[in-house]
Nanobody
């Protein structure tokens, strides 16, 4: 079983940047895609981004395209989410998850993902 630990969340002003990390332990991500979702109280979990095992295939949610970048370092068993030009509406708990597929599956659904981290809070102040 893969254990995932997210880090890098925090408080940032609007327009700022954060980089989230998702580290896997006990097992590697191989050979599966990894995704990021976010959730605010009372709302469904929202797809943010996903990346294939090779890193050559990425997918983004409409609200983060051109602002967020997902990447991975398989040697370090770590996936990153670089978040730029942050907005107050990006405030949420961000979760990483391992897919049952090797590449991002569209439409992206939480049910496509098997293992989940505990989440990291991102708060963007206006």
């Amino acid at each position: 079983q893969v254990q995932l630990v997210e880090s890098g969340g925090g408080l940032v002003q609007a327009g700022g940047s954060l980089r989230l990390s998702c580290a896997a332990s006990r097992r590697t991500f191989s050979p599966y895609a990894v995704g990021w979702f976010r959730q605010t109280p009372g709302k469904e979990r929202e797809f943010v981004a996903a990346i294939s095992w090779t890193g050559g295939n990425t997918d983004y949610g409409d609200s983060v395209t051109d602002r967020f970048t997902i990447s991975r370092d398989n040697a370090k068993n770590t996936v990153y989410l670089q978040m730029n030009s942050l907005k107050p509406e990006d405030t949420a708990v961000y979760y990483c998850a391992v897919s049952r597929f090797t590449a991002p599956h569209q439409p992206a659904e939480p049910s496509d993902y098997v293992y989940w981290g505990q989440g990291t809070q991102v708060t963007v102040s206006s």
